[in-house]
Structures are given as structure tokens and as C-alpha cells.
T-cell receptor
Framework: EAGVAQSPRYKIIEKRQSVAFWCNPISGHATLYWYQQILGQGPKLLIQFQNNGVVDDSQLPKDRFSAERLKGVDSTLKIQPAKLEDSAVYLC???????????????FGEGSRLTVL | KQEVTQIPAALSVPEGENLVLNCSFTDSAIYNLQWFRQDPGKGLTSLLLIQSSQREQTSGRLNASLDKSSGRSTLYIAASQPGDSATYLCAVISSQDNFNKFYFGSGTKLNVKP
């Protein structure tokens, strides 16, 4: 079974430039998550999708970050314009469901490491 | 709001030692608890998932326990090896606004010395 796919693995940009990350979840997983992980910290949820709808984007800096999951499968996270403090690893994850007692395990991709200079 | 704490933040042990990693959470109304391993520069790898009706799960040298009433979980690693060196994170799954959320601790960085 294929895991969560993410690209690119690494990206280096200048501040004020834009960047986009792509994620393809495990087949059949309804819920997709984007997390930001700063070195030495646990993952911080940026946005959670249930199929193609947004469930939670309360911690997404909407003035610069945007995300979409148009067909309820793969997703794109965009940052424009980037700031120095956006340097982090962006992790995509998926789970079978986001509701009820059976959410199932959370599976992560390898992550996309962003460096903003 | 659910808060998850992992103590200690870092741990160094000699090879062969048995060890326990701790995870505590503030709200006992959880569905599941999941333990992950993260190697440097990598994503998180799922180790064990404990459902709220279970008290423990085992996989090889790993054993995870869950005590919902006290808001605690432990990950026991038997006969540690240098290859176990990584950061271990726990996450609790709680319901909020009809959707489930994963709340993460900051992790325990484990170093197993040869």
C-alpha cells in the first residue's frame, strides 16, 4: 500500500518569494492534514480537510498561507509571501476518517523542508 | 483545550537498558492515543495505536499503556539498541466540534549509546 506522498522534499527561497507544496494521501483516506514542525517542537496543525471541505484552519496564517483540496484527494499548500519564520518542515498526514470513534491511525509523509533566506 | 506533555525532553541510556517514556494529557475524553517515532529529517512513523477501550498495545520490544482516568500513557522499550535513537512523540485524539483532532506532545529525544 502506497504511503502519503509529498513533494518537494527540500526548498530554499528568498523572503517574500512564494512556494507550493503538494501532498497525495493514502488512497481512501477522507481526512488530510497539513502540519508545520519547527525544529525541537511537535507538529502544529495548520489545516484539516474532510474530503474537499475545510474542518479546521484556525491556526493557518491566512494572510500568507492558503491550501486547497479541490477533488477531495490530493492537496496543495501555498505560502506567499514567505517570511524568515516560515522556515520549518511541512508535514502532510492522512487518516481514514475525521469523525466518530474510529478515526484510525494517522500516517505522515516524509515532509517538505523549507528554508527561507 | 487538550494539552499534551512529554517528559523528559531528552534521554540518554546505554545499549541494552530498558526504558520508559512518558506522555500526559489534560482531558481524559479521548478516542485513541498514538505513539510515533521521528528520525532526523524524516516524517513521523506510527509505532502503536491504543484505542480508548484498551489499556495497552505491544509490538516487538515496544509496549504502550494507557490510563485514561489519570491522563497518562507510557511507552516501554525493552533491551534498547542504538537504532532506537530517535525522537518519540505521542498524540491523543479528541473530538472537537464534531471532528477529531490530534494533539501532539513536543517529544522525547532518545539517544542509545553503543
Amino acid at each position: 500500500e502506497a504511503g502519503v506522498a509529498q513533494s518537494p522534499r527540500y526548498k530554499i527561497i528568498e523572503k517574500r518569494q512564494s512556494v507550493a507544496f503538494w501532498c497525495n494521501p493514502i488512497s481512501g483516506h477522507a481526512t488530510l492534514y497539513w502540519y508545520q514542525q519547527i525544529l525541537g517542537q511537535g507538529p502544529k496543525l495548520l489545516i484539516q480537510f474532510q474530503n474537499n471541505g475545510v474542518v479546521d484552519d484556525s491556526q493557518l496564517p491566512k494572510d500568507r498561507f492558503s491550501a486547497e483540496r479541490l477533488k477531495g484527494v490530493d492537496s496543495t499548500l501555498k505560502i506567499q509571501p514567505a517570511k524568515l519564520e516560515d522556515s520549518a518542515v511541512y508535514l502532510c498526514a492522512s487518516s481514514f476518517s475525521g469523525q466518530g470513534a474510529y478515526t484510525g491511525e494517522l500516517f505522515f509523509g516524509e515532509g517538505s523542508r523549507l528554508t527561507v533566506l | 483545550k487538550q494539552e499534551v506533555t512529554q517528559i523528559p525532553a531528552a534521554l540518554s541510556v546505554p545499549e541494552g537498558e530498558n526504558l520508559v517514556l512518558n506522555c500526559s494529557f489534560t482531558d481524559s475524553a479521548i478516542y485513541n492515543l498514538q505513539w510515533f517515532r521521528q528520525d532526523p529529517g524524516k516524517g513521523l512513523t506510527s509505532l502503536l495505536l491504543i484505542q480508548s477501550s484498551q489499556r495497552e498495545q505491544t509490538s516487538g520490544r515496544l509496549n504502550a499503556s494507557l490510563d485514561k482516568s489519570s491522563g497518562r500513557s507510557t511507552l516501554y522499550i525493552a533491551a534498547s539498541q542504538p537504532g532506537d535513537s530517535a525522537t518519540y512523540l505521542c498524540a491523543v485524539i479528541s473530538s472537537q466540534d464534531n471532528f477529531n483532532k490530534f494533539y501532539f506532545g513536543s517529544g522525547t529525544k532518545l539517544n542509545v549509546k553503543p
